[in-house]
Each structure stands twice: as C-alpha cells, then as structure tokens.
C-alpha cells in the first residue's frame, strides 16, 4: 500500500537527500522521520507542511491528503472488515474527491520529470556544483570553451552549458554516454511520442510476459524478479522499435529505464554487490527524464589522455577516479542495460568480462596524470580533488595525492587551493572528520610547461 511515508522516502531519494540532512532542515529528529517513512508513525499536519517546504514540493495538498487517508485507515484497520469497507464506500461518497487522493498524488509527482543529478553515483558533484562554478568564473577570465574531461553523472556539464558558449563532455562508459545524450545532446525529439512509450510500459503486467537475460542475471538479486522482467522487456522493445526512433528518443527511454530503476536497485547505490536479504516490492513506474536540447555541446566517449591531444579548449575541468573503484565495474549492470550484448556473467555479482579500465585506478594514475596535463591544450586547468586518501579502506585510498597533484599543476603555471566541506560518501569503513573538497585551479604558462613537460609533448 502506498503511504505519505512512501511518498515522502520517494521525494527525499528523488532529491538524493540524506535522512539526516533534512532532520537538520526541518527540525523534526531524524528517528521520528524514519518512523513516519515506514509507516509506523502518521506524520503531524505541522511536519508534512515542513517537510513539503524543504522538498521544495509546491502541492502540499496532496501530501495533506495523504496523510489524512492514512489517517483514516488507521481507524478503519480496527473495525471488523465489512463494516470498514461500508465505513470508506460511504466516506468516499461524501468527500468531493473520494478515492482520487491517489490519483492526485500519482499526477503530482509523476508529472514531473527526473532530474539528471537525482542518479546515486560515487563522487557525484551534485552538492557542489554552485561553488565550482562560482569558483571557476571568479578565477578565470575571457573562458569561453569548457573541456569536462572525465564527466561522470554529468552534472558539471549541465551547469557549463549554462555558463560557457561552448562545451566539450567525454566519460567511455557506455551508460554515461547515452544519459549525456539523453539529457543534454543535441537532437530532436517528440514528448508525446515518448510519453505514449512510457504509458505502455506503465500498463504492463509482469506476470503476462516471459522470462528474459535480465530476469534470469539479476531478478531476486539486484532487483525484485517481477522489477528485472520488466526492465528487459521494455530494454528488448527499446531496441526493437529503434528504427522508429530517433536517435535522441532513444538515448532518453534506455536513459528513463536506467534512472527509474536506480532507486529500486537492492544494492548500497553500486553494482559491486547486492544485498542479501528479500527485496521490499515496490513497483516500477517509469517517469520522464529532465531532457534538453543543447546545439552548444559535443558529446565524447574516449580516453581522455587521447582526446586531450585533439580538443582545443579555454578550460578543462579535471575530476578523475581517484581509487582503485573501477566505474565500469562498479555500474555493470547500466553497461550491460545499455550495451544490450547480453555478456555471460561471472562471479557472485555477476559482472562481464572487463572492459574500459582505467588507469587511473591503478598504480599508474601518476603517469597518466601527468601526461594528461602535459597535453591538455587549454588556458586554464581546474582540478576537483577531495581528501579521502587517509581511508581506512584500501579500495578508497587515492592513488594520486594532493601533493603530486599540486607538484604536476605548478609546472605548468601558477595554481591556486580552494576547499569546500561538504558530506561524503561511506561505505562504512572510512572514518574522519572535516571532509574536504579540493578545487585546483592553474593559469597554464606555456614556455613554463613546454619545458617542464618537454619528453611528454606531442610533437
């Protein structure tokens, strides 16, 4: 049954907020809204006010109704089944809106489309991206053209869009590549046309179609089974019907499916693992994408060491895997999604054979830094970097320190420091406190870094 508590965990995910925060922002303890997001507490009418305000939800009364349904089952769970069921047919010929609070809500909250920086993803600049780009303008001048190397989530290339006339974004994951397309690419597209797409698939019944790749891989484990047929019915008919589509509207479903299905995922927000106890059913309902058309972006998918010696560009923005966490390893299951080669899978999380490792998880993340640098045909240079490299986990110890990054920028011009704290991501073994984020910014000198990187330049 759908509940305000539902509803309101629903909200909080969406916005990639954690528990804690909006306990601070609403001032109701971070216990209590645990217990009113499962169920075992109805929220007051004073919190649900509170809490649509820091959601920044503009129908709060829709979420009233809610509450005030929740409310009323509460007291009709008590009375014999008959005489409750009587109880709500007779209410609901009373009340104006009867048994629409659902649809209300449903309309509510499905009629708005999901933002690219909802997406769990490790290192996300999501929180940050307002300092960065502040940060950037106030330091630089005359920057036109903006390089995002190694672009992740995306989200710092959706805020460049909006701030530099011409941007250049490159990440080799195949899934990344498609979202980008998706959520920013140039091409056209038809809402309606897609909207018809998503309607159809809303209406499927699990249980009326077969079994497929997906559902035989991941259904029981990284999703519920009856969740995993459904993803690869509707990834099978995405591809069957790609003759009908353009290329935008189809980079935007498989990009809907992937985000749809991200917080019903049963893992930690990674694919490294899933997580060993009965998946909660929850339904997958697939809602449209914040997509846009962009004609001041170009889309890459190369090595970036590779694609600096071609790009021109004003400033490169630098945010490179700092550990050994490999990304394609880590979000396989999105690869294989979007890829749709049905590889055979190995190990206890079921991961295909590897491909588009990068070096900058390795003992090499050094070298292929500084060659970066060395070949990067820009005026200026911008580094995120945060310091995590005292983690007590080997997999998240950075294999590039602050003081070999800050040695390898100065040879190229003079850099300066900026720090942001901000919240990170733990999996639980790493423990400090003031985490920082790191923002390298360098004025590239060119006679400085011709003869500081003399053996590393391209001819």
Known sequence: MITLGYILRQIREDKNLPLQRVSESSGIDATLLSKIETGKRIASIEQV???AKVYNFDDAATLLIQRQSDEIISKLNTLDTDIALQSLQAAEEKVAYGSQYLSLFMEAIYSK??????RRYIGSKAKLIDWIMETIKK?????????????GTGVVTKAALSNFNHVFTNDFLHSNNI????????GDFDEIKIGEYLDRY?????ADIPENYFSKNFGGKYFEHDVAKLVGYIRQDIEDNKDNLTEKEYCILISVLIYNIDKLANTVGHFEAYIKKPIKHQPLRLRMIEAESYENVEIFKQDSNLLSRELTADIAYIDPP???RQYCRFYHVYE?????????LYGVALKPAPENMSRYCTSRAVNAFEDLIANLNVRYIA????????SKSSSSENKISLEQIKYILERCGPTHIYECSHRFFNAGKTDFSNHKELLFITAVDEELKRKSFATLLCG
């Open 49 to 51: 006010l509170k809490l």
């Open 113 to 118: 489309p999901i933002a690219l920086e909802s």
């Open 139 to 151: 330091e630089t001048t005359d920057v036109h053209t903006f390089f995002d190397v190694f672009a």
């Open 179 to 186: 979202i980008y397309k998706a959520f920013f690419g140039d």
């Open 202 to 206: 809303n209406e499927i019944n699990p």
């Open 322 to 324: 700092y550990n050994s």
């Open 336 to 344: 294989t999604l979007v890829k749709w080669d049905m590889p055979k």
């Open 383 to 390: 580094v995120s970097y945060n310091n995590t490299y005292n």
